[in-house]
């Protein structure tokens, strides 16, 4: 599978090195470089400089040919609107998005994108942990 | 009419006071507490701290009821949340964006914002108008985009200059409307003579302004 991922913090990073070991083709793009050392030396995909929400960067990183897109910046507009861009301009079949702030991942996941929020799963499984 | 207006900074300042002073109820939502300081000193209290891309901020600040969000931030994808927000969870009927990247009009368009204003391109227009050189220059796009407004200045030399307006072979669908030459601004006939060195006013496609560019200016 072709995977495009925007965003090498540490989800984005982890997340590359699980697909790249599964042996799909991954590219991942991050406006700073510095965020690159995040990935493991065996990494064989792409590390792109490059901003997710603007169309070019995206066509750099082959976002035409992606069978995926996924959406981890820190930013959760930014991230709602890189994944829209994917969504709607390149018509990514799988498009996942990372949204922080749960009443905004309830919106978008209401118009049809495919959302995690992070605060919701995580306060959920600290429960679990603390009444189990 | 009651406006939110998503952002306090240089231009959410102004546009406000804009509005208030046209007599609409305004509200300005801000993140920032020194801006919100400074503008409730100027304007009153018309400002709430707060992320206006917060569907929490956006319902306290009575957004059900407004008949505008106008999002002018600096960030093209805070302004794109914002008024997705007032529009698919509040139902506010018209949305209106700032964009900083010319890039994502179409994306905001296609994305149902009611309307987009690409201040970058605004500022490019204003520049071009004012470089001497350029013989075409941008006046308007009409909604929708399929027409737009252009000014052109007929050089000296133009193999046009001194023709009677029904003798010059223009692009399809392009219309001289005014004529601004020694004798002021004039709405020409067939036999008006287009002078060298006139403005003229025209309506065009975009795809034929460079034929009408070179139509006139005989290049």
């Given at each position: 599978?072709?995977?495009?991922?925007m965003?090498c913090?540490?989800v984005?990073?982890q997340l590359a090195?699980l697909l790249?070991?599964d042996?799909h083709?991954?590219?991942?793009l991050?406006?700073?470089p510095?965020?690159f050392?995040?990935?493991?030396?065996t990494?064989?995909g792409?590390?792109?400089?490059?901003d997710?929400?603007?169309?070019?960067?995206?066509?750099?990183a082959g976002i035409?040919?992606?069978?995926?897109?996924?959406a981890?910046t820190?930013?959760?507009?930014r991230n709602?609107?890189?994944a829209?861009?994917a969504?709607?301009?390149f018509?990514?079949?799988k498009?996942?998005?990372?949204?922080?702030?749960?009443?905004?991942?309830?919106?978008y996941h209401?118009?049809?994108?495919?959302t995690?929020s992070p605060?919701?799963?995580?306060a959920r499984?600290?429960?679990?942990?603390?009444v189990? | 009419?009651?406006?939110i207006?998503?952002g306090?900074?240089k231009?959410?300042?102004y546009l406000?006071?804009?509005?208030?002073?046209?007599?609409?109820?305004?509200?300005?939502?801000?993140k920032d507490?020194k801006k919100?300081?400074?503008?409730?000193?100027?304007?009153?209290s018309?400002?709430?701290?707060g992320?206006?891309c917060?569907?929490?901020?956006?319902a306290?600040a009575?957004t059900e009821r407004a008949?505008?969000?106008?999002?002018?931030?600096?960030?093209?994808e805070?302004?794109?949340?914002a008024?997705?927000?007032?529009?698919?969870k509040f139902?506010?009927p018209r949305t209106i964006?700032?964009?900083?990247n010319?890039k994502?009009e179409?994306?905001?368009?296609?994305?149902?914002?009611d309307?987009?204003?690409?201040?970058?391109n605004?500022?490019l227009e204003h520049?071009?108008?004012?470089?001497?050189?350029h013989?075409?220059?941008h006046?308007?796009?009409?909604?929708?985009g399929s027409?737009?407004i252009v000014?052109?200045k007929i050089?000296q030399?133009s193999s046009v200059?001194?023709k009677?307006?029904?003798e010059i072979?223009?692009p399809?669908?392009?219309v001289?409307?005014?004529?601004?030459?020694?004798?002021?601004?004039?709405?020409?006939s067939?036999d008006?003579i287009?002078e060298?060195?006139?403005?003229?006013?025209?309506?065009?496609?975009?795809e034929?302004?460079e034929?009408?560019?070179?139509?006139?200016t005989?290049s």
């Amino acid at each position: 599978m072709n995977v495009v991922i925007m965003g090498c913090g540490r989800v984005g990073a982890q997340l590359a090195a699980l697909l790249d070991e599964d042996g799909h083709k991954v590219a991942i793009l991050d406006v700073e470089p510095y965020s690159f050392r995040r990935l493991p030396s065996t990494f064989q995909g792409a590390a792109l400089v490059g901003d997710g929400t603007d169309e070019d960067s995206l066509k750099r990183a082959g976002i035409e040919e992606a069978d995926a897109f996924v959406a981890v910046t820190q930013g959760d507009n930014r991230n709602v609107m890189a994944a829209q861009i994917a969504k709607h301009i390149f018509k990514v079949p799988k498009v996942v998005c990372r949204i922080y702030d749960p009443l905004r991942e309830e919106m978008y996941h209401t118009l049809g994108l495919e959302t995690i929020s992070p605060t919701t799963v995580g306060a959920r499984l600290l429960r679990d942990v603390i009444v189990s | 009419m009651y406006i939110i207006v998503v952002g306090g900074g240089k231009v959410g300042y102004y546009l406000s006071k804009t509005l208030l002073s046209e007599g609409h109820e305004v509200l300005i939502l801000e993140k920032d507490a020194k801006k919100c300081e400074a503008i409730t000193e100027e304007l009153g209290s018309v400002v709430v701290r707060g992320d206006g891309c917060e569907a929490r901020t956006l319902a306290d600040a009575g957004t059900e009821r407004a008949d505008m969000l106008i999002a002018v931030t600096n960030e093209d994808e805070d302004n794109l949340v914002a008024c997705q927000v007032a529009k698919n969870k509040f139902k506010v009927p018209r949305t209106i964006a700032r964009i900083n990247n010319p890039k994502n009009e179409a994306l905001f368009k296609k994305l149902g914002i009611d309307v987009t204003v690409s201040s970058t391109n605004l500022i490019l227009e204003h520049i071009e108008e004012e470089v001497p050189t350029h013989p075409l220059v941008h006046l308007l796009t009409l909604k929708g985009g399929s027409l737009e407004i252009v000014e052109v200045k007929i050089p000296q030399n133009s193999s046009v200059a001194g023709k009677r307006m029904k003798e010059i072979d223009l692009p399809p669908d392009s219309v001289i409307c005014l004529m601004i030459g020694k004798w002021g601004a004039q709405v020409p006939s067939g036999d008006t003579i287009l002078e060298a060195e006139a403005k003229v006013i025209a309506v065009t496609r975009p795809e034929a302004e460079e034929a009408l560019r070179a139509a006139l200016t005989g290049s």
